[in-house]
């Protein structure tokens, strides 16, 4: 429960969006220990608001009017080093996301959050919590995943194909028969045989799809 010893949270919301505005003065009014010391709907009133005494937690949407709320917020960052920086946003790409934490964002709340809760997670802000959607909080921890390891490569032939075998094994994978294979080689259907007995000798197999998944496994085809 909020102290009511302590002197409420001075609120200052950066947002073009009225509709916004209202919701979230309203989602602020029945706290008691929070108020909405300031507004701003575009970056050049939020640098004005900047020039006055600092406030506890500022909230900061992204997409203003005349520029970016990114800048808000680094500038917020230089001039109250201890303000609590928000950002609620529609914008959930990973461009945004970091650079708001790049900015000096310590919270990342998507629009689409419950309003109601808007109190609940300035006051984890202002005691050194990070409220994040969970969209975003998912986002942010696939970047810092350590890539999967590349598949180990199968070993190279023992004894590789000849120029002749691989191209009768290109003309396997493509779905001709042995016959239209002799005639695109200009050789007879009994070379062409011995080229495939010579192929599964050499991949280790006994049929034509192992023999092409053993081809590609080596990086034949």
């Not at 500038?75 to 609590?84: D, I, L, Y």
């Not at 790049?102 to 959050?113: N, T, W």
């Not at 810092?144 to 396997?172: K, T, W």
Request: aromatic share 4%; net charge negative.
């Amino acid at each position: 429960m909020p102290d009511s010893a302590l002197p409420p949270l001075k609120v200052a919301l950066v947002e073009d969006d009225i509709a916004f505005q209202n919701s979230f003065a309203a989602a602020l009014a029945p706290a008691r220990d929070m108020v909405l010391a300031g507004t701003a709907h575009n970056v050049a009133q939020a640098r004005r608001l900047l020039d006055g005494p600092a406030l506890d937690v500022l909230v900061v949407d992204l997409g203003l009017p005349d520029g970016s709320g990114i800048d808000v917020i680094r500038a917020a960052r230089a001039a109250w080093p201890a303000c609590g920086i928000m950002v609620s946003t529609t914008f959930a790409d990973e461009k945004h996301v970091i650079a708001s934490i790049e900015a000096g964002a310590a919270g990342y709340l998507l629009k689409d959050s419950s309003a109601e809760k808007i109190a609940d997670e300035i006051r984890a802000l202002h005691a050194g919590g990070s409220p994040i959607s969970p969209r975003i909080a998912r986002q942010i921890l696939l970047r810092f995943r350590p890539p999967e390891p590349a598949p180990e490569a199968a070993p190279p032939l023992a004894n590789p194909l000849s120029p002749r075998e691989h191209e009768a094994l290109e003309l396997i994978t493509k779905g001709f028969s042995y016959d239209e294979i002799a005639e695109l080689m200009l050789v007879s259907r009994n070379t062409v045989m011995t080229f495939v007995r010579r192929i599964y000798q050499k991949l280790e197999v006994t049929s034509k799809a192992e023999a092409i998944f053993e081809a590609r496994n080596h990086g034949l085809l």
